[in-house]
C-alpha cells in the first residue's frame, strides 16, 4: 500500500492480523461430528466474510475479495446482491463482514470506505457512521482508535479492540472497548493478550513508513460476544475461557487440558497457505497538511511466498487458533483448536461458566462462519481456495 506522498504526509501501515490455523485433542467435553449437511450454496465465495440468519431464515454474506453484499433464501439456493460499489448512500467499496445489532437490522463493515453501515430488515443501506472514532485517543496507530468490530450485541453495541502499536511502541496486551453507536460512549470490558508483533520503520520527517507485523502463530488471547453484551474470554496462558457477563461478576472455567503440537514444516506451509487465503487487513494513515485521510482494504498474498524457514516461529502452537470466538443461539462459546497439518477442524464448546462443554469435529476442509437460530454454516474451501457456504443441523 505503498503510495507516493506530498511533503506534508506521513504513512503508518498495518499488515493483516494473523490467524493461526488449530491446535489438540479434545480433554473434558464429549467429542462429536457434524452430522449431514442440510443446505448448500452452489456458486463460490472469494471469502466468507461475515454471516448472519435473518428471523426469515435468509442470510447475509458479505464477501470482501469478491466486493459483494448477498442475501440468500433460507434453502441457500438462490441470491439477491444488495447494494452497489462506490461511495454514496446504499454503496459500498469492500463489504468485509456483516453484524448482527438486534431484530433484523445488521452492521455492515465497508472497510472501502472506512464506515460502518447499517443494513435495514428490508435489506436496504443506510445511517452509516465512521469507523475510525472522533477525537482518536487510545494511543493507539497515528492517535487514532479504530472501531472495526469483532462483535456486536443484541443491543447495537460494537465491541473492539484498542491498538496494540501506539508511539510508545507495541503493547503485549490491549482493552476491550464497548461502543454505544447512539451516543459514542466507550466502555472497558476486559484486557486481553495481544498477539506479538514486529516493527520496521523506514523515511524520517513528514515522510515516514512504518510496517508492523503479527510473528507466526504467536500466542494470544481470543474473545467473542453473546447477544445479551456477555463476552467470552480464551486465555492462552493455561488455554482456560473466562465468561463476562453484561453485569456482575467475571465466571473462569477450569484450564482445558490439550497437548502442545510442534511446529514442523507442514504446520508452517498450513499456516502460509492459511494467510494468502484470507488475506489480511491493510490501513494507510495520511495526514496532509493537517488533514488525516484513513484508507483500509483486505488484499489476499500468495500462498507459500517467501523463506517461512526465515520467520520467527515459536516452538509449538498456542492451544486455539487466534480467531473469535463464536457464540451460538443457546449462549455457547465456539473456540477453534490449533491441531496438527492436514487435521480436520475441530471445536470446543463452553457455557457461560467458561466449562468445556463438549467439541464438535467438522468434515475435512470445512471451518465456522456463523450460526442461526438451530444451524451452524460452514465455509467448504477448495483446491482452488474458492469457498462454498453449507448449512447444517446444530449437533
Known amino acids: 500500500m505503498n503510495r507516493n506522498l506530498s511533503p506534508r504526509v506521513s504513512t503508518v501501515l498495518i499488515a493483516g492480523a494473523i ?22 450454496h452452489a456458486e463460490s465465495f472469494g471469502l466468507i466474510g461475515g454471516l448472519r440468519e435473518l428471523a426469515s431464515g435468509e442470510v447475509l454474506v458479505a464477501d470482501p475479495l469478491g466486493g459483494l453484499l448477498v442475501r440468500l433464501d433460507a434453502t441457500l439456493r438462490t441470491a439477491a446482491t444488495i447494494g452497489s460499489e462506490g461511495e454514496g448512500p446504499g454503496e459500498y467499496r ?19 470506505n472506512a464506515r460502518l453501515t447499517v443494513i435495514g430488515p428490508d ?18 496507530m497515528g492517535g487514532m482508535m479504530m472501531a472495526i468490530p469483532g462483535g456486536t450485541d443484541a443491543a447495537g453495541h460494537v465491541y473492539f479492540t484498542g491498538s496494540a502499536v501506539s508511539p510508545a511502541g507495541i503493547r503485549d ?23 506479538a508483533m514486529s516493527r520496521q520503520t523506514s523515511g ?5 513508513s512504518v510496517r508492523v507485523t503479527s510473528i507466526p502463530l504467536a500466542t494470544a488471547d481470543t474473545w467473542g460476544v453473546a447477544p445479551d453484551g456477555g463476552v467470552f474470554i480464551a486465555r492462552e496462558g493455561d488455554y482456560s475461557v473466562q465468561y463476562v457477563p453484561p453485569s456482575g461478576a467475571t465466571r473462569q472455567g477450569d484450564p482445558v487440558a ?3 503440537v510442534r511446529i514442523g514444516a507442514d504446520e508452517r506451509q498450513e499456516w502460509s497457505d492459511e494467510q494468502a487465503r484470507s488475506g489480511g487487513v491493510g490501513v494507510a494513515v495520511q495526514e496532509v497538511n493537517g488533514r488525516r485521510q484513513v484508507t483500509m482494504s483486505r488484499g489476499r498474498g500468495a500462498a507459500g511466498s517467501g523463506n517461512l524457514d526465515e520467520l520467527p516461529w515459536p516452538a509449538a502452537k498456542p492451544p486455539f487458533a487466534n480467531a473469535r470466538i463464536r457464540v451460538d443461539a443457546a449462549g455457547h462459546g465456539w473456540v477453534r483448536r490449533n491441531l496438527r497439518a492436514g487435521r480436520a477442524a475441530l471445536y470446543d464448546v463452553f457455557d457461560q461458566n467458561g466449562r468445556h462443554v463438549r467439541s464438535v469435529r467438522f468434515p475435512e476442509g470445512r471451518t465456522l462462519v456463523g450460526f442461526g437460530a438451530s444451524a451452524i454454516y460452514v465455509a467448504y474451501t477448495d483446491a482452488l481456495d474458492q469457498q462454498f457456504l453449507e448449512k447444517y443441523p446444530m449437533p
Open 258 to 260: 490439550y497437548d502442545p
Open 19 to 40: 490467524l493461526g490455523p488449530t491446535a489438540a485433542t479434545p480433554i473434558g467435553g464429549q467429542e462429536v461430528a457434524l452430522g449431514a449437511r442440510s443446505a448448500a
Open 123 to 140: 435489506g436496504r443501506l443506510g445511517e452509516t457512521t465512521p469507523i475510525v472514532l472522533p477525537g482518536g485517543g487510545g494511543g493507539g
Open 173 to 195: 496486551s490491549v482493552t476491550l472497548y464497548r461502543l454505544d453507536r447512539a451516543t459514542g460512549d466507550l466502555s472497558e470490558v476486559a484486557s486481553v493478550r495481544a498477539p
Open 204 to 208: 524520517g520527517g513528514n515522510n515516514q
Open 94 to 112: 469492500q463489504p468485509d463482514a456483516v453484524w448482527p445489532i438486534g431484530a433484523d437490522s445488521s452492521l455492515l463493515v465497508d472497510l472501502g
